[in-house]
C-alpha cells in the first residue's frame, strides 16, 4: 500500500500535475512538494507527488529496472 | 548483485553468528519474495517480516464498521483495492458488493472526494487505511472537503503510526531483532529521524531501504557492516527519496487534521500512540462518529498476528496453502498483495 513511482511532470497547473510514468498519463496534485517545475521528477502516491527526485536518482532507478528481468 | 551477494557473505562471515532483520514493509516482503533473495543469504542471516501492511494489521471490527457503513443505503464505500476481499467477522466488502453494496475501488482518496462532489445526494465514504506515506493524501482531502464544503465526504480513520509499533516489537521480546530494514516511503513523509529512538535506546541498527531487490541487498550488507563494527545507527540506502527531515508539508498536514491515539493492530492488539485520529474541528468529515465499533473476532484459526510480529513464517501456520490461499483467504495476510502469506504462496512454496 506504500508502494509510489517516479515519474516526470509533463503538464503543470497550479497544484494539478499531468504526469508521465513511463508514458502512462496521470493527473495528480503536487501541493506536497516544493516548487515543483515542468520536466521535475516526482514520487507518486495514491495520486500526490509526494518527493522530488533528482534526475541522477530517477536514471539510476531506470538503470535497475533494466538490469533486472521482469515477470 | 553478485557484488552485494558477496559483500554481504563476506560481512556475515565476520559478524560470527546468527542475525535476525525484519522488514517493517510489507513492499519489502513482496520484494525479498519476488527476487528469491532469502534463499541466497548466508545461512546466519535470517529475514522475518514485520507489521508494515497496513491492510494486514486493520482490525476486524474496522471491517465490520466499514461493512455496516456500505450495507446504508445511499451510501458509497470508496477504498484502495486491497482491502475489498479482506474479511470481516461475518462478510467482507466483496461480498457486500455483489449483494448489491456500493463499493468503488479508487486510486486517490482525492477520487473519493470527486465522486462525493459529482453525487451530492449519496454520503461517499473513504476508508483511511495506510501509515504515514498514506495519511497525508487523506489529511489533504478531509481539509479540501471542509474547505470546499463537501457535507457528503468523510473518512473512516484507521491510519497508524510506525514508529511505537516497532518498538512494541522490541518491547514483546518474543522476536530478537538485530536490525529493521526501515520503510522507506514512509520515511519519505518522517524523514529518518523517526528511527533515531531505536539505536539510541536499545542498541539495534536501522537501515532506511529502497524497494529494489539490489536495494534490499545493500541495505542487508549496511545492517550487518554496523554490526561487524560494533556500530548501531540510522543510515539511509534509499538516498534516491529519503533524507533526514522528510517532507514538512505532508507532516504539517497530518498534524492539522490528525491528532495521535491508540491503534488497535489486528493479532498484536492496542499500542499506545500508535495511531491517528481525525481532530475534533473535522469531526464533520469523520464517519467513525456515525458507526458502532465491536469488538470482534478474526477466524478462529488464523495465525496472521504472530506471522505480522515476524513470531512465525507463513508456512508454518497449519492453514497456510490449504484452506487459506489468495483465492480463499482467511486472514488479510494471504488477501493483500503486501502480506507475507501471499508472498510466500506466490513466490517461495
Not at chain 2, 223 to 228: C, E, V
Amino acid at each position: 500500500m506504500c508502494l509510489a513511482v517516479p515519474a516526470k511532470i509533463v503538464e503543470l497547473n497550479g497544484t494539478n500535475a499531468t504526469i508521465s510514468v513511463e508514458g502512462t498519463l496521470r493527473e495528480v496534485d503536487v501541493s506536497l512538494v516544493d516548487e515543483p517545475r515542468l520536466g521535475d521528477y516526482v514520487l507518486i502516491h495514491a495520486g500526490f507527488a509526494i518527493q522530488k527526485w533528482d534526475e541522477s536518482d530517477y536514471e539510476e532507478w531506470k538503470e535497475i529496472q533494466e538490469s533486472v528481468p521482469h515477470e | 548483485m553478485n557484488e552485494a551477494l558477496n559483500r554481504i557473505t563476506e560481512l556475515a562471515r565476520r559478524v560470527g553468528r546468527n542475525v535476525t532483520f525484519m522488514e517493517v514493509c510489507g513492499t519489502h516482503t513482496m520484494a525479498v519474495s519476488r527476487s528469491g533473495l532469502r534463499r541466497l543469504l548466508p545461512a546466519n542471516v535470517k529475514l522475518i517480516s514485520g507489521p508494515g501492511c497496513p491492510v494486514c494489521v486493520t482490525d476486524t471490527s474496522y471491517l465490520d464498521a466499514a461493512i455496516e457503513l456500505a450495507r446504508r443505503p445511499g451510501v458509497i464505500v470508496t477504498t484502495f483495492g486491497d482491502l475489498v476481499r479482506v474479511p470481516g467477522s461475518e462478510s467482507s466488502l466483496e461480498r457486500e458488493r455483489a449483494a448489491g453494496a456500493a463499493v468503488r475501488v479508487v486510486y486517490s482518496p482525492a477520487d473519493a472526494l470527486a465522486l462525493a462532489r459529482e453525487n451530492p445526494d449519496k454520503q461517499v465514504v473513504f476508508l483511511g487505511v495506510g501509515f504515514e506515506t498514506t495519511a497525508p493524501t487523506v489529511a489533504w482531502t478531509i481539509k479540501k472537503a471542509a474547505q470546499g464544503g463537501v457535507p457528503n465526504f468523510s473518512v473512516l480513520c484507521a491510519h497508524k503510526t510506525m514508529p511505537f509499533a516497532m518498538e512494541a516489537l522490541l518491547k514483546d521480546q518474543e522476536v530478537k531483532i538485530d536490525g529493521f530494514i526501515c520503510p522507506g516511503h514512509v520515511s519519505v513523509i518522517t524523514g529518518a529521524q523517526l528511527y533515531r529512538f531505536i539505536p539510541e535506546r536499545y542498541g539495534i541498527p536501522c537501515v532506511v531501504c529502497g524497494f529494489e531487490a539490489v536495494d534490499v541487498m545493500k541495505c542487508i550488507a549496511m545492517l550487518l557492516a554496523q554490526i561487524a563494527e560494533k556500530r548501531a545507527t540510522v543510515e539511509i540506502e534509499y538516498t534516491r527519496s529519503v533524507n533526514e527531515t522528510g517532507n514538512p508539508a505532508a507532516r504539517h498536514l497530518i498534524a492539522e487534521v490528525f491528532e495521535e491515539s491508540d491503534a488497535g493492530w489486528r493479532g498484536i492488539g492496542v499500542i499506545p500512540r500508535s495511531g491517528l485520529a481525525i481532530r475534533p474541528e473535522f469531526a464533520r468529515w469523520d464517519a467513525g462518529q456515525s458507526v458502532t465499533f465491536r469488538e470482534s473476532k478474526p477466524h478462529p484459526g488464523c495465525r496472521c498476528g504472530d506471522v505480522l510480529r515476524g513470531v512465525l513464517t507463513p508456512p508454518e501456520c497449519k492453514l497456510f496453502a490449504k484452506v487459506c490461499t489468495p483465492t480463499n483467504p482467511l486472514g488479510p495476510c494471504m488477501v493483500s498483495s503486501e502480506g507475507a502469506c501471499a508472498a510466500f504462496y506466490r513466490y517461495e512454496r
